[in-house]
Structures are given as C-alpha cells and as structure tokens.
C-alpha cells in the first residue's frame, strides 16, 4: 500500500493526464521535455507498482485501458484539490484567492455579470485585487454540479435543492417569470388560445441542453414524441425561436423587448404558468473548522456583498438589454 501511495504523485498524475490527450507517448515526451524512452519507464513503474496496466499497447495510439481511465478520472480531480488546496493556503496568508471560479446559469443576464466584473477589477485599478475570475456558462443542473464538484467556487441561478451538502451555502437569488414564445411568422402565432399540449406536440421545440455531465439532467416542459432542437444556452434557444425553427418558454423579462417590436409572440397555453425560482449557492467552510480557516476569501466575500443587495439581484434576472448607468454602483 505504501509503494502504491508512493508512486501516485502529482507529476505521475499529470503524465498520465497528458499521455492521454496527447494520445502518444512520443507526442507527451515532447510536451513533458522527455525522451520517449524515459516516459515508457515511468509508465511502466507506475503499472508496477499499481499492478495494473494503464494503457493498451496493441495500437500506435496511447489507449487507456478501463483502470487507466479511472485513474485519469480521478487523477485529475486529485490534481484539482491539490490546487484546491493551494488556493486556500495562499487565501488564509493574503486574504485573496488566487482564483475564483463562478458557474452562471446562461438564463440571466450577462450584461450584469460583466459590469460586476468591471467593479471587481476596479477595487485595485488598474489589475485589480489578484485574484484571476473565471466565468462558467451552464444550463439547468450544470450550475449545481459545477459547485457541488468543486470546479466553481459559487454559482448563481440554480434551482432548488432538496438538501444540502456539507460546506455549501445557499440564498434566494428571485424568481423569473416564464411564457410560451413563438416567432409571428410561426403556426402557432395565429392559432386560437390558449393552446393544447395536443397542438403543441406537433410543433417542434427548442430546448437548452443541461450542462450536466454527472447529475442527472434535467427536461423541463417538453412532451413525448415531440420533435426538438436542442441548442447549448438560453440565448441560443431565444435565436431559433425568433428564427421559427421551433417554440417554447423563455423569461418573460428576456423576450419583453423583442415582443414590443414585433419579432416575437407570447401566447397562452392551458398548462400552468411557470415561475422559475431561483437561487445563489457558494462553498464555504465545513462545520467545525478553525476560525482562520471559516472565513471566507475576501473575492467571495465581495461577490456575495453584491448579491446580497435586492438591486443587483433583480439586474441579473431582468436586465437582457440597455445599460443603466449606477444601477449597480
């Protein structure tokens, strides 16, 4: 066990990683500045000692094999930890992460989110506190799971969960109001309301794809044996409907501009209406943790400083055009 543990290290970790992706052991020997020759016995002291093989060696290509992609799997979430841990390390020292990763839902407003970023940077103009911010697009359960599996640091616009995990927190972030859209020059525009899941299922919907590569995903309001397009985000979804290549529901406040223009429909449907409830959710420190360790980055700490404020809220679930100058001042 202890020669096991002993092998397993970060730059064994991070070889297999690239093996991997590379997909030969000549093509990672010049990614790592190592001789292919070197590389193969590295590998071949980690299936030793792991008494395992990692990779099939019956085609030119580097294939792994099922253990060596557990192993990949969980090497690179072991990796993501160690970074992790680093992060939290430098956070305790500073006060300020190194980097801070948040998981948006595509459903709200991207305008917003990057007038938020510019007050971020400009706490310490012209770089900003140092803390490098990366930004997540997700849909549906994807946001959840960019949090509860460590990749995001907070996520906003998730729906609401039964229980919580140890170490997340969660906060109301409001509620959108959904309806039923169509372009004018679609069928149903001028079909007489409100309209029936049995009128409905021979039209064609358009659907967002869940981000969800490990939760189950989610399917909200589509009908069986209805044909669909799936596109990756909310605002991709809005495009093929103002295209008439399908119909469906989208935020009210998302498609209130291109109704009052005549580029989009809303119509009644017998189904009950929808409101989406929304919530923010972050990673915080686990119960009965030290003192230095319970508070949280001072990036958080600001981010969820501007989500606390009921203006900034309702920016992110209303505000899908314009500018407001001050409105998140």
């Known amino acids: 066990m202890t020669d096991r543990r002993n092998v397993l290290t970060p730059e064994a970790l991070a070889m297999v990683d690239v093996i991997a992706r590379t997909g030969s052991f000549a093509a990672a020997a010049r990614e790592l500045g190592k001789v292919p020759s070197a590389l193969t016995y590295s590998v071949r002291q980690l299936e030793d000692a792991l008494d395992v093989l990692l990779f099939d060696r019956r085609s030119r290509q580097a294939r792994l094999t099922a253990a060596g992609e557990e192993l990949l799997q969980e090497g690179r979430r072991l990796l993501q930890e160690m970074d992790a841990v680093a992060n939290r390390v430098r956070r305790v020292a500073s006060g300020w992460e190194t980097q801070l990763?948040?998981?948006?839902?595509?459903?709200?407003?991207?305008?917003?989110?990057?007038?938020?970023?510019?007050?971020?940077?400009?706490?310490?103009?012209?770089?900003?506190?140092?803390?490098?911010?990366?930004?997540?697009?997700?849909?549906?359960?994807?946001?959840?799971?960019?949090?509860?599996?460590?990749?995001?640091?907070?996520?906003?616009?998730?729906?609401?969960?039964?229980?919580?995990?140890?170490?997340?927190?969660?906060?109301?972030?409001?509620?959108?109001?959904?309806?039923?859209?169509?372009?004018?020059?679609?069928?149903?525009?001028?079909?007489?309301?409100?309209?029936?899941?049995?009128?409905?299922?021979?039209?064609?919907?358009?659907?967002?794809?869940?981000?969800?590569?490990?939760?189950?995903?989610?399917?909200?309001?589509l009908l069986p044996g209805q044909d669909v397009l799936t596109v990756p985000s909310v605002a991709s979804k809005m495009e093929a409907i103002l295209r008439g290549l399908g119909c469906g529901f989208l935020p009210e406040s998302l498609v209130r501009e291109q109704v009052q223009v005549g580029r989009l429909v809303i119509k009644q449907v017998t189904r009950p209406r929808l409101t989406g409830k929304l919530f923010y959710a972050w990673r915080s420190a686990p119960a009965g943790a030290g003192r230095s360790r319970a508070r949280l980055g001072l990036a958080l700490e600001w981010w969820l400083a501007q989500l606390e404020r009921p203006a900034t809220r309702s920016a992110l679930m209303e505000r899908h055009s314009g500018w407001q100058p001050g409105l998140l001042g």
């Open 101 to 221: 990763c948040i998981a948006v839902d595509s459903i709200l407003s991207s305008l917003t989110m990057f007038e938020l970023c510019e007050s971020f940077y400009a706490l310490n103009p012209p770089h900003g506190p140092g803390t490098r911010l990366r930004l997540r697009s997700e849909v549906l359960a994807g946001t959840w799971e960019a949090l509860v599996t460590g990749v995001a640091d907070l996520a906003i616009g998730i729906s609401a969960v039964q229980s919580l995990p140890p170490g997340i927190s969660m906060q109301p972030l409001g509620e959108l109001d959904m309806v039923f859209a169509v372009a004018p020059h679609h069928p149903l525009a001028q079909a007489p309301e409100p309209l029936t899941d049995g009128e409905l299922v021979h039209h064609r919907a358009v659907a967002a794809a869940d981000s969800a590569q490990r939760l189950t995903p989610l399917t909200i309001n």
